[in-house]
């Protein structure tokens, strides 16, 4: 009989809460060689190895673990770098508990925790960074044929690294001045450090992908040029509009969207202000609204920043909240309340304009809605105030129409997202192809990575003529 794994996953080191809260540098410090080999022992290599199935890349996870057990870190390297462009990105932000890892047949035992699938990702990835130095990938002769690419999200780069592995020319347009969208505006440096997006993405430029920065589409290019000079379109720009509660005194100084406050900080670095110079306001007491990953990377972003107080405010219990757990717990570590069941109804301000509180209401939980959570209701005269000097409303993004309305004959659905084949990213628009957030609304990037490699399959059989559904 097999002998049975350690029950738990190798402990990953991290700063400790009190000190980390000074500082953006990255919390979770990632394993040594001994301690992904002793990690990489607790997986059983199973025949059907159900934790592929759970990757939207389809990544060999027995393989590239069996590796890591076997001391043979570069062969481990190719197998993942096989599958996946961005693996020291995935490895640190991908809600494995969900994907891979929910899969993974030691996490079925009772009282055990899955194989840490992630953290033996990130590990090659990070050992590959400082043991190999020229990891060239011979290329296909150049086909000749030329793919446009809107938008460097984690969608965008991994079509336009699968493409040029398929031997095509390729050009991302992005409208920011750094490729990498939310990787690089959204997700803090504390959780992926910004050397490592511009690591992987300068692997992506080493594939001869050209990267033309603050190069919007629909302003700087138009999309008649785009559809005249390319054989094939992917677009994948994201879902970067954010939505507003549009509540009284919504333009009080001191009231953000999650986005601003995340651009200034993390792809501006306004927290090294004046260094770099774009300013912050740096709230002393900081009330953040609702309950997903974008809500804790705020949160988190602001107590670093120097607030005394980061109050999180949801609408729903602990129970219902979307954010990874992980970052919740990172979250409460670090000092950030939680108000469960509360929804600000009206911001107030000073006759300067500036912010000085939230006026709030409690909520109770009625019946499951159409996603089968429990409806959020206001309990009548429950209201109250929270002192704050800065709000950040972080509670969901939508589509920018600004580019898609310009795409003739393009379908869009009611939620104002593409319409594309779930299989092959093909839109209802001859040579145009779409995935990522923009085709599914805000999700994750390990599934817009999904999308961009289907897509990039079905591209390359377009143009070779063996696939082409607008007949
Ligand atoms: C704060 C935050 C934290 C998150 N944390 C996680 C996490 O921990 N784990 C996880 O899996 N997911 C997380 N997500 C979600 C994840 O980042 C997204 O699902 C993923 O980035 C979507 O990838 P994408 O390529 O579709 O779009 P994006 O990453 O949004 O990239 C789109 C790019 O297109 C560009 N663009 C837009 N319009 C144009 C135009 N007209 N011309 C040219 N370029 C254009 C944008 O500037 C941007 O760079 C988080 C999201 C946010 C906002
Ligand atoms: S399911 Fe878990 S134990 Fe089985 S091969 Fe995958 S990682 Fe290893």
Request: with cysteine; glycine share 10%.
């Given at each position: 009989?097999?002998?049975?794994?350690?029950?738990?996953?190798?402990?990953?080191?991290?700063?400790?809460?009190?000190?980390?809260?000074?500082?953006?540098?990255?919390?979770?410090?990632?394993?040594?060689?001994?301690?992904?080999?002793?990690?990489?022992?607790?997986?059983?290599?199973?025949?059907?190895?159900?934790?592929?199935?759970?990757?939207?890349?389809?990544?060999?996870?027995p393989?590239?673990?069996?590796?890591?057990?076997?001391?043979?870190?570069y062969?481990?390297?190719?197998?993942?770098?096989?599958?996946?462009?961005l693996?020291?990105?995935c490895?640190?932000?991908?809600?494995?508990?969900?994907q891979?890892?929910a899969?993974?047949?030691v996490?079925?035992?009772?009282?055990?925790?899955?194989?840490?699938?992630?953290?033996?990702?990130?590990?090659?990835?990070?050992?590959?960074?400082?043991?190999?130095?020229?990891?060239?990938?011979?290329?296909?002769?150049?086909?000749?044929?030329?793919?446009?690419?809107?938008?460097?999200?984690?969608?965008?780069?991994?079509?336009?690294?699968?493409?040029?592995?398929?031997?095509?020319?390729?050009?991302?347009?992005?409208?920011?001045?750094?490729?990498g969208?939310?990787?690089?505006?959204?997700?803090?440096?504390?959780r992926?450090?910004?050397s490592?997006?511009?690591?992987?993405?300068?692997?992506?430029k080493?594939?001869?992908?050209?990267?033309?920065?603050?190069?919007?589409?629909?302003?700087?290019?138009?999309?008649?040029?785009?559809?005249?000079?390319?054989?094939?379109?992917?677009?994948?720009?994201?879902?970067?509009?954010?939505?507003?509660?549009n509540?009284?005194?919504?333009?009080?100084?001191?009231?953000?969207?999650?986005n601003?406050?995340?651009?200034?900080?993390?792809?501006?670095?306004?927290?090294?202000?004046p260094?770099?110079?774009?300013?912050?306001?740096?709230?002393?007491?900081?009330?953040v609204?609702?309950?997903?990953?974008?809500?804790?990377?705020?949160?988190?972003?602001?107590?670093?920043?120097?607030?005394?107080?980061?109050?999180?405010?949801y609408?729903?219990?602990?129970?219902?909240?979307?954010?990874?757990?992980?970052?919740?717990?990172?979250?409460?570590?670090?000092?950030?309340?939680?108000?469960?069941l509360?929804?600000?109804?009206?911001?107030?301000?000073?006759?300067?304009?500036?912010?000085?509180?939230?006026?709030?209401?409690?909520?109770?939980l009625?019946?499951?809605?159409?996603?089968?959570?429990r409806?959020?209701i206001?309990?009548?005269?429950?209201?109250?105030?929270?002192?704050?000097?800065?709000?950040?409303?972080?509670?969901?993004?939508?589509?920018?129409?600004?580019?898609?309305?310009?795409?003739?004959?393009?379908?869009?659905?009611?939620?104002?997202?593409?319409?594309?084949?779930?299989?092959?990213?093909a839109?209802?628009?001859?040579?145009?192809?779409?995935?990522?957030?923009?085709?599914t609304?805000?999700?994750?990037?390990?599934?817009?990575?999904?999308?961009?490699?289907?897509?990039?399959?079905?591209?390359?059989?377009?143009?070779?003529?063996?696939?082409?559904?607008?007949?």
């Amino acid at each position: 009989m097999a002998l049975k794994p350690p029950a738990k996953k190798v402990r990953m080191k991290e700063q400790e809460p009190q000190e980390r809260i000074h500082n953006f540098f990255e919390v979770a410090l990632g394993y040594s060689e001994r301690e992904a080999m002793e990690e990489a022992k607790r997986c059983l290599q199973c025949v059907h190895h159900p934790c592929v199935s759970g990757c939207p890349v389809g990544i060999d996870i027995p393989g590239f673990i069996k590796k890591i057990k076997e001391n043979r870190f570069y062969e481990a390297v190719k197998i993942l770098k096989y599958y996946n462009n961005l693996p020291a990105v995935c490895g640190r932000v991908c809600p494995q508990e969900t994907q891979c890892e929910a899969k993974c047949v030691v996490g079925k035992i009772p009282g055990s925790e899955p194989v840490a699938i992630g953290r033996l990702e990130r590990f090659v990835a990070d050992w590959e960074a400082v043991n190999v130095k020229d990891n060239q990938i011979e290329l296909p002769e150049n086909k000749n044929k030329k793919v446009a690419v809107i938008g460097s999200g984690p969608a965008g780069l991994t079509a336009a690294a699968d493409l040029a592995k398929q031997g095509y020319v390729v050009d991302v347009f992005e409208a920011l001045h750094k490729p990498g969208g939310v990787l690089v505006y959204g997700i803090p440096e504390f959780r992926l450090p910004k050397s490592i997006v511009d690591r992987e993405i300068a692997y992506i430029k080493s594939l001869s992908v050209r990267i033309l920065v603050n190069t919007p589409v629909g302003r700087a290019v138009t999309v008649e040029e785009l559809l005249q000079n390319y054989d094939a379109i992917f677009i994948g720009v994201g879902a970067g509009t954010p939505k507003f509660m549009n509540i009284p005194g919504t333009n009080l100084n001191g009231v953000y969207s999650a986005n601003e406050f995340l651009t200034r900080v993390n792809l501006m670095k306004a927290y090294l202000f004046p260094e770099f110079d774009t300013p912050i306001r740096k709230g002393k007491k900081v009330v953040v609204v609702g309950g997903g990953n974008v809500a804790m990377d705020a949160a988190r972003s602001a107590l670093r920043l120097g607030a005394q107080e980061v109050t999180v405010i949801y609408r729903r219990t602990e129970q219902e909240m979307p954010a990874r757990k992980e970052e919740y717990f990172h979250a409460v570590e670090e000092g950030v309340h939680f108000r469960w069941l509360t929804q600000p109804i009206e911001y107030l301000g000073d006759e300067k304009g500036t912010l000085i509180g939230v006026r709030c209401i409690t909520m109770e939980l009625g019946e499951p809605d159409k996603t089968g959570r429990r409806k959020p209701i206001p309990i009548e005269d429950s209201d109250f105030v929270i002192e704050a000097d800065t709000v950040v409303e972080a509670i969901g993004t939508d589509a920018n129409r600004f580019l898609l309305n310009q795409f003739k004959g393009l379908s869009i659905n009611k939620w104002g997202y593409i319409v594309a084949d779930e299989q092959t990213g093909a839109t209802t628009l001859k040579k145009v192809f779409a995935g990522g957030d923009i085709v599914t609304g805000a999700a994750t990037v390990i599934e817009a990575m999904g999308a961009g490699k289907k897509a990039a399959y079905w591209i390359g059989k377009y143009l070779e003529g063996e696939f082409n559904p607008w007949k």
